[in-house]
């Protein structure tokens, strides 16, 4: 591994490697967002929320605003995870309040799709991951990431979310052979996305299959499992000992075959998870980070302290990373952070 890229010795990749650490490390999903104050200033300066995710001063700015108000272990990378179909020639528009709109993929659309990331598509990505490892103490870890091939391929298809993703369900029945070329595309492309953002300074990746939990058995197999396990394969051959955390959001009694076959350094859980039934499933095989529910967070108090200490107590002892369920909320408290950042630490 080029020595450029060798995980520095910050808490999230230290409990990556394979060591405990009490208190854990502490950074939580979307913490660049919506509730803090510095980040909407920001986001009144450009005209569209895709604007920002490419803009690498203002992107770097945002991914920096949570780690100096908080302290956060982590700094993830602000950005999209419609990227890689904006990259890839789709059209990716940002509805305020209603969250992405795309045209929806039809079969001469998917064909044709490059195979791979185009060149230079995402170089503005790649800076802001530069402009932020510069910024950022080298006692914190960049976290890179991406969407899950099925998850981006959900959006691709339907245009937009959908309660169940009933569209991609469908056209993965109904013509798996389109539907297998959307997700080898993708597969594709997230990896090559991913390798940049390593190359670039991250330490750590995430994946976040956000949709995983509308699969049933076979299908998590085939459209989640899979293709997940391929992205990790094709980023550790170009970066050996790449540290990878998965976030099959909603996998539940699956999450002990999602850690065994796609061998990520970390499985992320979200609230619905028993944290004692991840524990058997996945034994010592990989980190656990979550799982507290965004909405502790926003009711704060003897909640939020009840939640977190039921966390700590049941995860005590192994490898852990604490973070939220999901991301943070647009209307979470920032006093409620701070007291669940002192909790976290035992302050």
């Not at 594709?188 to 990746?205: E, H, K, M, N, P």
């Not at 058995?217 to 050996?240: G, H």
């Not at 939020?304 to 939220?324: A, C, E, M, P």
Request: charge should be negative; aromatic fraction near 6%; include cysteine.
């Amino acid at each position: 591994m080029d020595q450029a890229l060798q995980p520095r010795s910050a808490h999230v990749g230290r409990v990556l490697a394979g060591e405990v650490c009490d208190p854990p490390p502490i950074w939580l999903m979307r913490q660049a967002g919506r509730y803090l104050p510095e980040y909407r200033a920001v986001r009144k300066t450009v005209d569209t929320f895709l604007d920002l995710c490419v803009n690498p001063h203002l992107a770097s700015e945002v991914t920096l605003q949570p780690i100096r108000r908080f302290a956060f272990d982590a700094a993830i990378l602000f950005s999209d995870i419609l990227v890689i179909p904006h990259a890839l020639g789709r059209r990716v528009t940002f509805v305020e309040g209603e969250g992405p709109r795309l045209d929806p993929i039809d079969e001469a659309a998917v064909g044709a799709l490059a195979d791979d990331l185009p060149s230079g598509t995402l170089d503005p990505v790649f800076e802001t991951v530069g402009l932020v490892r510069e910024q950022l103490d080298d006692a914190k870890t960049l976290i890179g990431f991406c969407g899950a091939p099925w998850t981006v391929a959900t959006y691709m298809v339907a245009g937009r979310g959908t309660p169940d993703q009933r569209p991609a369900r469908l056209l993965a029945a109904e013509k798996p052979e389109v539907f297998r070329e959307l997700i080898d595309k993708l597969v594709s492309a997230s990896a090559t996305y991913l390798i940049g953002q390593l190359r670039a300074g991250a330490d750590v990746l995430q994946i976040f299959d956000t949709w995983s939990g509308v699969l049933g058995e076979d299908d998590f197999e085939a459209w989640c499992i899979r293709p997940t396990a391929t992205v990790v394969e094709k980023v550790r051959e170009a970066v050996p000992g790449a540290r990878i955390i998965g976030f099959p959001k909603g996998a539940g009694l699956k999450i002990g075959r999602y850690v065994e076959q796609t061998k990520v350094d970390a499985i992320g859980v979200d609230w619905t998870e028993p944290l004692a039934a991840v524990r058997h499933a996945i034994g010592d095989s990989a980190a656990i980070q979550g799982n507290l529910d965004p909405l502790a967070l926003v009711a704060g108090g003897e909640t939020l302290d009840r939640s977190v200490d039921q966390i700590l107590d049941r995860l005590s002892g192994t490898r852990y990373i604490f973070n939220l369920g999901h991301g943070i909320l647009p209307t979470t408290p920032i006093a409620h952070v701070e007291r669940l950042v002192a909790r976290v630490r035992g302050g």
